[in-house]
């Protein structure tokens, strides 16, 4: 069970699979069809493959950066997809997404193309943005991807105004900015979190708190303690809840009620989720400042393979159905890496185009 804290009130978000053998009660399941099963079976499977294409799609992005076909610096997702994949889960297509330089994981969770994004990275013109944004700008304006952006903290008033057109035109969409915990020191946070409380704008303001910023744990550069969802009830913000970050259903099910909040119009609502990088800040990082203990402790909750093997125990899939999973995925990408060595590199012509001032 993994604690919120929404309201002032204590909330518990159930980690169950909700399959035919698990449900909330004798009377719902036997009024459950088969066809509602068999979507709830299938919705837990996309969980999972969505999970592991970002996996795989950033082990395939390190090594194609040792290769030297991804240039400038390269910031994995791996060991925090339960986040992206659970959050963007609840969106809807028209809601607006703003994120940081650490976004493959979302652009796959958004459904961005794998082909585009890859190639993007490689730099080349058949990337997302014709290959000028490179690994830290993953944009797609159709699917209401607004970017990673590589200026710490940058996208706090990106995601103010996103949330403002979306209630000055009164739509119920909503701006979901993901962060990291290093970005709460910079003055645009602090900012915008106080403008969209004074406005009740449709913010959902969500930390991804691993511990570290680049090479300091939160506790060396932070005086407020371990939890930073408390400190949103400064601002007035009283739609706060921290979650397991490793758990994709428990920040499902967070998502679910601060989008509730926020469309019905109380203003932003903050998430924390727990959470671990694998790997170091960028591929540049040699990671010196942190025990290889603290590391393997995190890899046990790792839900790569403790959400399977929930659906395995529970008897939702089979290892069968997983391993046709794990190849479609694995074919996905290999078919991303492919079309990005076949894309060119931009003329030099493209120097002068998509300019503005």
Known sequence: MSPLYLRGQRWQVSSRLGGPEIVQSKEKASSETESEVEAKKQA?????????????????????YTRGLVRGFL???????????????QLQSHDYIVTHYRDHG???????????????????T?????GKGGSMHLFDAEKGFMGGHAIVGGQFPLAAGLALSHQYRKTDGVCVVFFGDGSTNQGTYHEVMNLAAVWKLPILFFLENNLYG?????????????????GAAT??????????GMDVLAVQEATKLALESIRAGNGPAFIEAKTFRFQGHS????????????T????????????????????????????EIQASVDAEVAESVKFAEDSPFPPDEELFTDIYA
């Not at 058949?126 to 014709?130: A, H, N, P, Q, V």
């Not at 300091?216 to 408390?230: C, I, L, Q, T």
């Not at 040699?286 to 603290?294: I, L």
């Open 235 to 244: 601002y007035g913000i009283d739609q706060a809840a921290v979650v397991d």
């Open 126 to 130: 058949g990337g997302l943005s014709k």
């Open 283 to 294: 591929m540049a990082d040699p990671v010196k400042y942190r025990e290889s203990s603290e």
């Open 296 to 323: 393997a402790a995190w890899e046990k909750r790792d839900p790569i393979t403790t959400f399977p093997q929930q659906l395995l125990d529970q008897k939702l899939v089979t290892e069968e159905e997983l391993e």
């Open 214 to 230: 680049m090479g300091s744990r939160f506790d060396r550069v932070r005086a407020g303690g371990e939890d930073f969802y408390p």
């Open 106 to 124: 979302h652009a796959i969770a958004r459904g961005l193309d794998t082909n585009k994004i890859m190639a993007e990275l490689f730099g080349r």
């Open 75 to 89: 910031h994995l997702y791996i060991g925090e997809e339960a986040i992206a994949v659970g959050a963007i889960s």
């Open 44 to 64: 837990l499977v996309d969980l999972y493959r969505q999970m592991y294409l970002i996996r795989q799609f950033e082990e395939v992005c390190g090594e194609m």
